[in-house]
């Protein structure tokens, strides 16, 4: 007679592998997250948007003017005085950890989450303000 390949503490170890998989999954994604805003950088200023914003900002680089569209919860590089014009073909972002350079004029685009009230990731926040390993 053939012995059963999974034995009781077999199936229990595997409940117990999935059980936490489930709640590190839940952990992880499932929790609130702070607001979503678009950040927009340019060679000597920043500015923070809401990402539900309407905005048409002009941010001034070494090479003129970048004109930069916040609406319906994208943002865009509408025009750049850059030559290959990389900026404005890459279209819209509007997801988390998205962005958009014009490295020759010194923009940058992204949209990011911030981080709860306190934290390194809001600003005037005292939380750490680096990582190293």
């Not at 007679?1 to 503490?9: Q, T, W």
């Not at 200023?45 to 680089?61: H, M, N, R, S």
Request: hydrophobic fraction near 45%.
């Amino acid at each position: 007679m053939m012995a059963s390949a999974f034995k009781p503490l077999d199936f229990a170890a595997i409940g117990l592998a999935l059980g936490i998989s489930l709640l590190t999954t839940v952990y992880l994604y499932a929790r609130p997250e702070g607001e979503t805003r678009v950040l927009i950088a340019g060679e000597a200023e920043q500015w923070i948007f809401p990402k539900d914003a309407t905005e048409l900002l002009t941010v001034k680089g070494p090479l003129g003017d970048t004109l930069v569209q916040v609406q319906g919860g994208k943002a865009r590089v509408l025009a750049s005085p850059c030559t290959n014009q990389t900026c404005v073909a890459a279209g819209a972002i509007q997801s988390h950890g998205q962005w958009l350079a014009c490295l020759p004029n010194k923009v940058l685009v992204s949209i990011e989450k911030s981080g709860p009230p306190g934290s390194a990731e809001e600003p005037g926040g005292e939380g750490l303000d680096g990582a190293a390993w």
